[in-house]
């Protein structure tokens, strides 16, 4: 959705509406559809680019700000209640845009979010009467990892903006520029070939 709404790329369906349609072509084909409904073939379109997404890490309260707030006395007390009651929700994603032609990533984003829970009353007092009640109640992990996805995406986006096709000698998917001796790609044969004379080299006498 959040891909859909940016207006950044047409988003075509393949999860579980793909069986609706299909399910409207077979209807075309037996006849029982009104004439002029337009159903032939040749009309889906087809999906240029593949986006795969990861969860490369995420993490729901760890300890946050550790051994920052120490100290002694009734105020370092209170500073290390503070701390020990701050847990960090945490999660790093990426994206991929690939090419469904040629299978080639053209590009790559990662993106990370976090937020803090305060239960800074648990803390201080023990889980008494205000023990159960934190300053934030804790966010639920979905709602991290859309944020880094969200991350993700816009980093997508930019490098998508940025983009410069690559080039390799002789052409991708012939062997690449980096030959072995031997081999048959265009640049193993080159190292075959013998080193061209040079003309400006004086004969041995």
Do not use: H, W
């Amino acid at each position: 959705m959040m891909i859909q709404q940016s207006n950044c790329f047409v988003i075509v369906e393949r999860g579980g509406a793909m069986n609706k349609m299909m399910m409207e072509r077979q209807l075309a084909q037996s006849g029982e559809m009104r004439s002029g409904s337009n159903m032939g073939k040749g009309q889906v379109v087809a999906a240029d680019y593949t986006m795969s997404p990861t969860i490369t890490f995420s993490q729901k309260g760890t300890q946050g700000m550790g051994g920052m707030l120490g100290g002694t006395g009734m105020l370092g007390s209170i500073a290390g209640a503070v701390a020990g009651g701050i847990k960090a929700n945490e999660a790093s994603t990426t994206l991929l845009m690939i090419d469904n032609r040629s299978g080639v990533q053209l590009a790559a984003a990662e993106g990370s979010a976090k937020n803090f829970d305060f239960n800074v009353a648990g803390g201080l007092f023990g889980g008494g009467a205000f023990g159960g009640a934190g300053g934030y109640s804790n966010t639920p992990e979905g709602k991290i990892l859309i944020a880094a996805f969200m991350d993700s995406y816009n980093q997508l986006v930019r490098a998508v903006r940025n983009y410069k096709a690559q080039e390799v000698a002789g052409g991708m998917g012939t062997g690449g520029a980096l030959g072995v001796q031997g081999g048959s790609t265009p640049a193993s044969k080159a190292l075959d070939k013998p080193a061209p004379k040079d003309p400006k080299a004086k004969k041995k006498q």
